[in-house]
């Protein structure tokens, strides 16, 4: 069991950044594939970024692309969502999660398929302000 804690969120102007951490237990972290999501206020939660294991890959929801760049360090257990030029739209609830190991999932795999995620931290609140 893997347990996922967000922290990073919080009130910021538009044209603002921020920069989000996960931070997860246990000794298998390089073994998952990490996401972020985000559940704006009264919508379907939607894909926002995700990273592969070691890294090599990464792919964006075209809303985000240029502005916002995912990373992780493996050694400290943690994945990270830098969130620049934002805009009122961005506001939401922003969650990791990570996906475990597969047998189809190679070292720079990636997925923005929620379903393929297994356990997904409790969210942070990220509000944009015009």
């Known amino acids: 069991q893997v347990q996922l804690v967000e922290s990073g969120g919080g009130l910021v102007q538009a044209g603002g950044s921020l920069r989000l951490s996960c931070a997860a237990s246990g000794r298998t972290f390089g073994t998952y594939v990490m996401g972020w999501f985000r559940q704006p206020p009264g919508k379907e939660r939607d894909f926002v970024a995700t990273i592969s294991r070691n890294s090599g890959s990464t792919s964006y929801a075209d809303s985000v692309k240029a502005r916002f760049t995912i990373s992780r360090d493996n050694a400290k257990n943690t994945v990270y969502l830098q969130m620049n030029s934002l805009k009122p739209e961005d506001t939401a609830v922003y969650y990791c999660?990570?996906?475990?190991?597969?047998?189809?999932?190679?070292?720079?795999?990636?997925?923005?398929?929620?379903?393929?995620?297994?356990?997904w931290g409790q969210g942070t609140q990220v509000t944009v302000s015009s």
């Open positions: 999660a990570a996906a475990r190991a597969r047998p189809y999932i190679g070292s720079k795999y990636v997925t923005n398929n929620e379903n393929e995620y297994d356990y």
